[in-house]
C-alpha cells in the first residue's frame, strides 16, 4: 500500500464517475449531504468525529502511477477517465458540524459542493471516517458524563483493527477520555499515552515480589502495579512492600469491582498508602462504570466497549445527492422517494436553538429555497449555528487538522455539553434529547 | 505515518520490555498464546482470520528514526532500550491455526515463541488483527452458509474505518463472500471487485431514463440497473427499456424484500428479461438473508453487519504468557489465578477429533508436560493436526501471505466447513457445536 489513499473507495464510485464523465452530467455542480436517519437506538444525542480526519484524507486522495495503472490492468474504468483521475484532486469546498459537536437525526453533518464526478468519489471516504469516529466519540461521550469527573484512559486498541485503533484513541479523546494506550495514536495526534505493565509482567518473573521490584526499579515508586495475578489483597500487600506506602497507583483487572474496590481502598489506607491511586480496567462501559460512581475509584482504563461503540460500531451516517444544477445551470433539489429510506432534498443549513438558560431545545435545520439554493437564517443569543466551513476551493482549514484540531475539537465537545438539557445524561433508552425541525 | 508498524501498540509493551530488559528477565525464553475465552454469545463455532495480515505487519514492526526520536522525546522507555529498539525485528518462530480454520473455546490460534522481551511487544499487533478479522470472519461464514450457493458480496467499507474495510473486505473473503466493493482490496489481496452505480447516479440526471441509458452506454445492457431511486415497479420496466432484454440485473436497495423480489421476478419475466439476475443489498444480515431463502434472488450484498462481526466487533480474543523458561533455562508453565478470568498455563498442540463420516467431535488441546514442555499427539485419520507453522526464526512462511495466501485460507475454509456437524450451521444461539477437551 502506498501513501495514496485513493482506492479507499468502493468500485462504483469510479464506475460512477466514468460514465457519468462521458454523457457530460459528471461536470454538473452537485452538493451531497452526510446524516445519520436516526440514533443508535435508544441514544439521547450524538458526538460528531472523524471529520479532521477526512480533511487529512482528501489530501492524500490523488491517483498515482501505481493505483492508475491497477485501474486501467483491471478495466474499472475507461482510459479517457484514467486521463481525468490522473488530474484529480478534489477542489471544492466542504462544510460541515465540528468534531465534538453533538448531533441529532437528520443534522447536516457534512455538505459537499463540487462537480458531481469530483464529490461523488469521497463517499465511501467520508463515511468510513465519520460513521467509525463518530461510533466510538458518542460512546466514549456517555462513559465520560457517568465517570464524575474521574479520568478514563482508552486502551482497545486490540479489540479493534490495527489502524482503526488510532482513529478510536482519537475519538475518545475528542469525547472527553483523557489519554490512550496507543502510541501511534499519540505521535500522530498528540493523545497523552500511559500504561505500565501486563499480567505477562508479573507471570515472567519467579515471584510476584520480583515483578514489582523490578518495575519499581525501572520506574520508580510512582509507577501503577497490576495486583490481581494471583490473590488481590496479597498483591497489594506486596505492592506496598516494593514500592513504599508512596507507591503511585494499584491496577485492577477482574472481580466484583466494586467489593473489590471498596476492600482494596481499606487496605491501603491501613498500610499508610493513602495517596495511592486505584485504577481499573475489566471490561467497562458506561453502564458498569455508572455502577461503580460510589466506589473509590480513581481512574478508569476502557477497553472494548468504547472501541466499539458500545453496542453500535457504526453511526448509521449515508451520503446522499441533495442538490445539483440542471443543464440550465439551477440548482435542483433531489432525493430518492420509493421507500421507507426517506432523505430530504435540498442545501441545508442547520442551527440549535437555546433558551434563556442556554439549554438546547430544537435541532433547526434550513432547507434552501432561493434561486441559489442558499439556506439563511440569522444567527443570534438564542441561535448558534452549527456549520462551519472545513474546506475551501479544496484547501482545507487548518485550524480543524492534526494535533491541534483534535485538542480544538475535544475544548468544543465539553462546552457543547454543558448545552444539553440533563436527560441527555441518563444512560436508559429513550428518544434524542432535542427534537429535529425543518424550516 | 511512515511505513513502520512499530508504534501500533500499546505503551505499557514497551514499558514492559524496558523494566525486562533492565533486570534481565527480558531475555527469558517464553511462550504466549492467542485463544479466545469463549465464542460470541450463541455462536457455534469461529472462523479464523488475520494472521496473514499479521505476518506482514511483523515485518514491518521495526524502529526507524522517527519511531525512536518519538520514543526518546516523550521518555517512554530509557535511552539503552532504544539502543535494544533500533535492533529489533521479530527473530522468533510463530505457530497456529491456519486462516479459514474453525475455533472454539481454548483453540490456541497462535503461539509464539522467542525471548519475553521480542514477544511481549506482538500483543496489541497479535490481538487487532486477530480480533477483527476473525470477527468479521465468523459473521462473513455464517452467511454464506444460510446464502446456499448464492453469491454474496461484501459492501461494508463505509461502515467501518478506511483500513478496517480492507482487512474487513479480506475476512469476508476467506470466509466464502465471492467478491468486494473496495478496491484497495482488491489490490492488496486479489479479491474480485463488483459495483456498478448509485442512487445519487440517477439523481444525477434529469430523469431515471436518462440516468439508465447513459449506464448502459457506458458499461453495456450485461450492467446492473439499481431500480428503486423512485418507483420500483416503473424502474425496473425503464431498465429493461434501456437495456432490452439481455439486462445483466437489477439491484434493489430497500423495501419489503421477500415480496418486492418476487414481483420483481414475475414482472422481469413478463418483460421477457428470464436471464435478468436480481440483486438485492438492504441492510442484510444472516437472518434476513436466511429469511430469503426462498425468493427468488441471485446474489446478496452484504455491509454493515459483516464489517461489524453482526452483533460481535471483536471476537475476544486475549495474548497470554502461558510458558517459560527459569534461570535454570527449564520450561515453567505459568497462568493468573486470582479470578474467573482462568487461563491454562503450558505449551498447547491441538488436534480435531473426527468420526467414521469425517464430521467434527471434539477439539483437543494437548498440554506439554516433558522437559521441553512438547505437547506430543499422533496425528492420523481421526486425528487432524490444526497447527501450522506461520513464521520460522522471524520468516513468514510465503504460503501464507499475499492474496496467493488468501486465496488458499479461502478454500482451507471451504473443506473445514464440510467436517462440521450440520447443527453448527443453525443460526439460533447455542452452545459451541463441538466440545473442547484439555489432555
Same mark, same amino acid.
Request: hydrophobic share 30%; no cysteine; aromatic share 8%.
Given at each position: 500500500m502506498t501513501g495514496s489513499a485513493a482506492l479507499f473507495t468502493d468500485r462504483y464510485e469510479l464506475t460512477m464517475v466514468d460514465a457519468a464523465l462521458r454523457d457530460g452530467a459528471g461536470h454538473r455542480e452537485s452538493l451531497f449531504e452526510a446524516f445519520a436517519r436516526r440514533l443508535p437506538d435508544g441514544r439521547r444525542y450524538g458526538i460528531v468525529a472523524g471529520a479532521g480526519r477526512l480533511l487529512e484524507l482528501i489530501d492524500r486522495f490523488r491517483f498515482e502511477d501505481a493505483e492508475l495503472e491497477w485501474l486501467r490492468e483491471h478495466e474499472v474504468v475507461r482510459p479517457e477517465t484514467l486521463d481525468w483521475l490522473a488530474d484529480y484532486r478534489f477542489r471544492g469546498d466542504i462544510w460541515g458540524y465540528r468534531e465534538g459537536e453533538a448531533y441529532f437525526p437528520g443534522s447536516p453533518l457534512i455538505t459537499i459542493e463540487a462537480t458531481f464526478a469530483e464529490a461523488v468519489m469521497l463517499e465511501t471516504l467520508v463515511l468510513s471516517t465519520l460513521n467509525y469516529d463518530s461510533s466510538v466519540a458518542s460512546a466514549a461521550a456517555r462513559m465520560v458524563s457517568v465517570a464524575l469527573g474521574r479520568p478514563i484512559a482508552e486502551m482497545? /486498541?486490540?479489540?479493534? /483493527?490495527e489502524h482503526a485503533a488510532i482513529a478510536a484513541a482519537r475519538a475518545a479523546y475528542i469525547a472527553g477520555f483523557d489519554a490512550t494506550s496507543n502510541l501511534e495514536a499519540g505521535r500522530t495526534w498528540g493523545i497523552p499515552t500511559m500504561g505500565t505493565a501486563a499480567h505477562a509482567f508479573t507471570l515472567l518473573h519467579d515471584t510476584e515480589e520480583d515483578a514489582f521490584r523490578a518495575q519499581v526499579a525501572a520506574f520508580g515508586p510512582k509507577t501503577t502495579l497490576l495486583v490481581d495475578t494471583y490473590d488481590i489483597a496479597q498483591g497489594v500487600e506486596r505492592a506496598v512492600q516494593a514500592a513504599g506506602t508512596g507507591l503511585g497507583a494499584v491496577r485492577i483487572d477482574s472481580g466484583d469491582l466494586p467489593t473489590v474496590v471498596a476492600a482494596v481502598r481499606e487496605q491501603l489506607d491501613g498500610l499508610g498508602a493513602v495517596d495511592t491511586r486505584i485504577t481499573v480496567t475489566s471490561d467497562l462501559d458506561e453502564f458498569t462504570i455508572a455502577g461503580l460512581s460510589g466506589a473509590p475509584v480513581d481512574a478508569y482504563g476502557v477497553g472494548t466497549a468504547v472501541v466499539t461503540g /458500545?453496542?453500535?460500531? #457504526? #453511526?448509521?451516517m449515508v451520503y446522499k445527492l441533495v442538490a445539483r444544477r440542471n443543464d440550465a445551470g439551477e440548482w435542483v433539489a433531489v432525493a430518492k422517494s420509493s421507500t421507507q429510506k426517506l432523505s430530504v432534498g435540498g442545501r441545508k443549513n442547520a442551527a440549535r436553538r437555546l433558551d434563556s438558560t442556554r439549554t438546547a431545545r430544537e435541532e433547526l435545520i434550513f432547507i434552501g429555497d432561493g434561486p441559489e439554493g442558499e439556506a439563511e437564517f440569522e444567527p443570534g443569543d438564542r441561535l448558534r449555528p452549527l456549520m462551519v466551513q472545513l474546506m475551501e476551493g479544496g484547501v482545507a482549514d487548518p485550524a480543524f487538522l492534526g494535533p491541534a484540531g483534535t485538542s480544538a475539537a475535544r475544548a468544543h465537545r465539553a462546552e457543547v455539553m454543558q448545552e444539553?438539557?440533563? %436527560? #441527555?445524561?441518563?444512560?436508559?433508552?429513550? %428518544?434524542?434529547v432535542i427534537p429535529t425541525s425543518y424550516r
Open positions: 482497545g /486498541s486490540r479489540r479493534t /483493527s /458500545s453496542g453500535f460500531p #457504526a #453511526a448509521g444539553l438539557p440533563i %436527560e #441527555a445524561f441518563r444512560l436508559g433508552r429513550g %428518544e434524542p
